[in-house]
């Protein structure tokens, strides 16, 4: 990916204005500060670790140059985690200070702080990346918990964004597994686009189904590959593999930026991660300790990363199933005929969701994104018509099954679910259940509608399928 590849990017993202993913590049932040905050002093904000890995210099630098407003803020909680009590913690240290915060740290640093100035009306801030674990740091919105649900809160990106890949590249080298899973996504969540594309009516587009944007598209997908190339390598945090690792992430975030929208990173994999994470889904054990990515606590929430990177495996295997099936002779009218009404579908997410905090958020995204029979018909048309072109892109979209459970195994992530304490049953039911909690079209929209979720289930856990145990 080209300088000028990321400047173009860069140019399209709605708040941040500046990235600088260079070598060495911590040694100007005290100029980079000053050019993006004139007049401004700065306080930085860390944890133990990440203090001890870049703060201590940050601090220094800015402090050396005249630009320390306040005494670094650093989180000394053996257990933190993004959770809302922190942002609050942050934002009232902050609220009286007429400073601008350096975020030094990855996705909890990062998420606390963009939340923490949102709720001080939106202050800018500028962000240290310590390791190439997620794509959060450029993207709109922050994953946050919050009275026990996950879940992404408003706020703007940093205006700024220094990654250093002499600081990164030492990263532990499951945070690298995480980002380098969270990359992954972006595979299957074009597929699902393609997908989306192909089904949307033009004149009227339901809610999730948006019209692929060709300029988010390129940005996230024109170097995904090369970024994707060498799972070993960004492993053993060789330079120039976890620099174009960084690179896909941050690209990630500027598509959202731009789209308002998390729709060119996001598909179907992701919704199993938020399934998991809205019924608060912990595990315990030894892979817990190494997946988990929380060392100081027994019971733990695997990492973002490595939730989807399961999901981005399940998609895949439905995916290779859909292109085996012969969907120029989908039998639309008994699909059509099939279609359960609103109130029927409602009735489905009381069964599943019943008596938790999941099942208003499902009620509304089913709500949102039912259609009627007619407006089915045309979507299932319009892919049976047109299935050869649209085979052909999700080919040349899909990286096979095996290839992509082999280099998610190379970095180091998990790749079965069960070392994410997930079981093959729950894993089964997540099929179902992530299709009732997003409004987003996929596959998963795609098989449910067109009558083939069942059948491609069964095959995929069967003796011979690619889930089973």
């Not at 994707?228 to 492993?235: M, S, T, W």
């Not at 290839?403 to 049953?425: D, S």
Request: glycine content about 6%; overall charge negative.
């Amino acid at each position: 990916m080209s300088k000028e590849s990321i400047n173009a990017a860069l140019s399209k993202a709605n708040e941040t204005k500046y990235l600088a993913i260079e070598s060495g590049i911590i040694g100007r932040i005290a100029e980079i500060f000053k050019e993006q905050f004139p007049g401004k002093k700065a306080i930085v904000i860390a944890d133990t670790n990440t203090y001890k890995v870049a703060g201590r210099e940050v601090h220094e630098a800015l402090k050396n140059s005249g630009l320390e407003g306040e005494e670094p803020y650093i989180f000394d909680d053996p257990d933190l985690y993004a959770d809302y009590k922190f942002v609050e913690v942050l934002r009232d240290h902050l609220k009286d200070k007429d400073v601008i915060s350096v975020a030094v740290g990855s996705g909890v640093i990062n998420d606390l702080t963009k939340r923490a100035n949102h709720e001080l009306d939106d202050r800018p801030y500028l962000c240290v990346a310590t390791a190439a674990s997620m794509d959060g740091y450029s993207a709109y919105g922050a994953s946050i918990t919050r009275n026990g649900a996950k879940i992404t809160h408003e706020c703007p990106a940093p205006q700024a964004i220094v990654a250093d890949i002499d600081i990164i590249s030492t990263a532990p080298p499951l945070m690298t597994a995480s980002g380098y899973a969270d990359l992954y996504a972006k595979i299957p969540a074009g597929a699902d686009w393609i997908l989306a594309d192909a089904a949307v009516n033009p004149n009227h587009p339901k809610t999730g189904m948006e019209p692929i944007d060709t300029v988010a598209w390129h940005i996230v997908q024109d170097g995904l590959e090369e970024a994707l190339r060498d799972p070993e390598g960004a492993k053993a945090g060789e330079p120039l593999a976890i620099e174009l690792l960084t690179e896909g992430l941050m690209l990630g975030g500027f598509a959202i930026q731009a789209m308002s929208s998390s729709r060119p990173a996001s598909g179907a994999e992701h919704q199993f991660s938020h399934l998991w994470d809205m019924e608060h889904h912990t595990f315990k054990g030894e892979m817990s300790r190494k997946y988990g990515l929380y060392p100081n606590q027994d019971e733990q929430a695997p990492s973002h990363g490595f939730k989807v990177g399961i999901g981005t495996l399940t998609i895949t295997a439905m995916y290779e199933l859909m292109l085996k099936t012969p969907i120029d002779q989908m039998d639309v009218e008994t699909a059509v005929e099939k279609w359960p009404s609103l109130e029927e579908e409602i009735r489905r997410v009381d069964e599943m969701f019943r008596d938790t905090d999941i099942h208003p958020f499902a009620v509304k995204q089913v709500t949102d994104k039912h259609v009627t029979k007619e407006e089915l018909k045309g979507q299932l048309t319009r892919i049976k018509e047109n299935w050869r072109t649209i085979k052909e892109k999700l080919e040349k979209q899909i990286i096979p099954f095996e290839i992509t459970k082999k280099r998610l195994k190379l970095v180091g992530a998990p790749v079965e679910p069960e070392q994410v304490g997930i079981t093959r049953e729950r894993l089964r039911e997540g099929f179902y259940k992530a299709q009732k909690i997003r409004s987003r079209y996929t596959v998963l929209d795609f098989a449910y509608r067109a009558g083939y979720l069942d059948q491609w289930v069964n095959e995929l856990f069967s003796k011979d399928g690619a889930l089973k145990c």
